[in-house]
């Protein structure tokens, strides 16, 4: 049964805002200033089948990832067919379909007569999961095991009957058991919201009509994706770029893509990749195949609808035992350091395809810091932010300055919330002049962050990168600058490197972040005098 392009297209329209609405659910009743300030959270639909079908415009480490994520849970733990009407399906392990132990995949099949027409999604990072540091980040852990609490693929709602003891058991393991349980409601009601729409789409179009359209649908997008990729060039394309160190060893991994482009197909060999790390920056294939999917879906020189099906003209080559295909235990907590790098050097390589489509590297990090305050009376406050950078130049512009960016979607968390909340005071915040890369398009600048403790004591974490390898520039451009990371105390400034674990602070104490900025574009000896006199009464230089 096939539906007449138009009814198609209205009726993809009304998946994709089935998701925005779920999407808009999880901000209104969500509790954490992790998922309600940072918006670190995705919403998606799937077929009957776990192909993801529409999505939010969220987060896109994500929305590529939460289809491979349903799809191991159907393949290798619950079958679709043990599925029944009322159930949700959670699970955060990332060796089990999740990505890494703060993200919470919860998935609710949706019934029409009796009949699955479809699955609804909704991924949260939650405040804190428990572990050897708050927020579950910790930059020492050498095992997933030391990374907070797995939940394996289980129903923690089973028809319709919230599992008290599931619950129970995993409020008992984390730091702020109320905003686990208040951000995981805002998932349950999202849910309840996608759910109710999937079944008045397919009760209005009939379940045979809808099954068939959510195939049509998938069919379309990868033909627009394979003739996108026809009209880039044949041949092979390679780039390189490294990761700082893993917080163990000081030594720098390689991330390094080989981009093969065939006709119709794509082949992203990561074989040259390094190897394992012992430290938390590893990356599952799912994490990583989400920013190959990135990178690929960035380039379209045409609109293509997000769905699963533009993707099955992009292979991936990622022998096990890999920074970017990690085997169980190795920890993974900083795994969206190989997402960011990976896509960065994924579009690297596709710019010598198709020069002037891509711009210079973005900060390429996501700038994680995570405190744990601790009060007179013992009572513990948990703050994790996510910080960016500037993006990179473009062929025909600057790059913009402390902008959200690549496999990011996030905002930031007003001072406000933060001083109402915790015992901190942010005491500086604005942009790092100078660090945009130059060109004959600069840089975006990154942006610096200054947090004071106001608690008697408080423990600091850090999961950072791009502090030696810079963002890099393209066609002459020069690389944005390095990250940094210092503590202030008594007056005096102390470098810290990337990655802190469990540093013990006092009443007073300054943490300062600056973030990278982007790689400049074109040779600086290029850049116009009014832009060059715009930089310097910005204060940009």
Not at 123 to 144: P, R
Not at 420 to 441: K, Q
Request: aromatic share 6%.
């Amino acid at each position: 049964m096939s539906m007449d392009p138009v009814a198609l297209e209205i009726l993809r329209n009304a998946l994709t805002a089935t998701a925005a609405e779920m999407d808009v659910t999880v901000w209104r009743t969500s509790r954490s200033t992790v998922v309600r300030e940072l918006l670190d959270y995705s919403t998606a639909v799937f077929d009957r089948d776990g192909q993801n079908v529409a999505q939010a415009a969220r987060i896109p480490q994500h929305l590529n990832s939460m289809g491979a994520g349903l799809l191991t849970v159907l393949r290798d733990h619950l079958p679709v067919e043990q599925w029944e009407d009322g159930d949700v399906v959670i699970t955060n392990d990332p060796y089990c379909g999740g990505q890494h132990i703060p993200d919470i995949l919860a998935f609710r099949p949706v019934f029409v007569d009796g009949a699955r027409v479809g699955i609804v999604g909704t991924l949260c990072h939650h405040l804190d999961m428990g572990g050897m540091a708050a927020g579950s980040y910790a930059a020492a852990a050498t095992e997933v095991f030391q990374e907070g609490l797995r939940i394996p693929p289980l129903k923690l709602v089973r028809r319709g009957a919230l599992n008290e003891d599931i619950l129970a058991m995993m409020r008992q393991n984390v730091r702020r058991p109320d905003m686990l349980w208040g951000d995981l409601q805002a998932q349950l009601a999202s849910l309840a919201v996608g759910e109710a729409n999937l079944q008045r789409l397919a009760a209005r179009t009939g379940v045979e009509a809808f099954v068939s359209a959510c195939t049509q649908m998938l069919d379309g997008s990868e033909r627009a994706m394979r003739a996108m990729i026809a009209r880039i060039p044949d041949g092979r394309y390679e780039f390189e770029d490294f990761l700082d160190d893993d917080g163990i060893s000081p030594d720098p991994i390689r991330i390094h893509a080989a981009v093969e482009v065939r006709g119709e197909e794509i082949i992203i060999d990561l074989s040259g990749c390094g190897r394992q790390a012992v430290g938390p920056i590893n990356a599952t294939l799912a994490s990583s195949q989400s920013a190959i999917s990135y990178a690929v879906m960035a380039v379209a020189d045409t609109e293509i609808p997000a769905n699963a099906g533009c993707y099955r003209p992009i292979r991936t080559i990622a022998p096990e035992g890999l920074i970017v295909n990690a085997r169980h235990p190795a920890p993974v907590a900083n795994r969206v350091a190989v997402s960011h790098r990976l896509a960065t050097t994924i579009l690297g390589a596709l710019h010598q395809a198709i020069p002037g489509r891509v711009p210079a590297a973005y900060y390429g990090v996501s700038y994680v810091c995570s405190f744990q305050t601790i009060g007179e009376d013992g009572e513990r406050g948990v703050l994790v932010e996510i910080e960016v950078g500037g993006s990179g130049a473009y062929a025909d512009g600057d790059g913009l300055s402390a902008y959200t960016f690549g496999m990011h979607n996030n905002s930031n968390i007003p001072a406000e919330m933060i001083e109402s909340e915790m015992p901190l005071t942010v005491v500086g915040y604005g942009l790092v002049p100078g660090s945009g890369g130059a060109g004959r398009h600069r840089g975006g600048l990154g942006l610096f962050r200054e947090w004071r403790i106001d608690s008697p004591e408080a423990i600091f974490t850090a999961n950072l990168e791009r502090f030696k390898h810079r963002p890099y520039g393209l066609e002459g451009g020069e690389p944005g600058r390095e990250g940094r990371l210092f503590i202030i105390r008594d007056g005096e400034r102390e470098a810290m490197g990337s990655k802190v674990n469990n540093l013990r602070l006092k009443r007073g104490d300054i943490v300062r972040l600056e973030t990278s900025g982007g790689g400049g574009y074109g040779d600086p000896a290029t850049r116009t005098a009014e832009a060059r006199a715009r930089d310097a009464a910005l204060g940009y230089a």
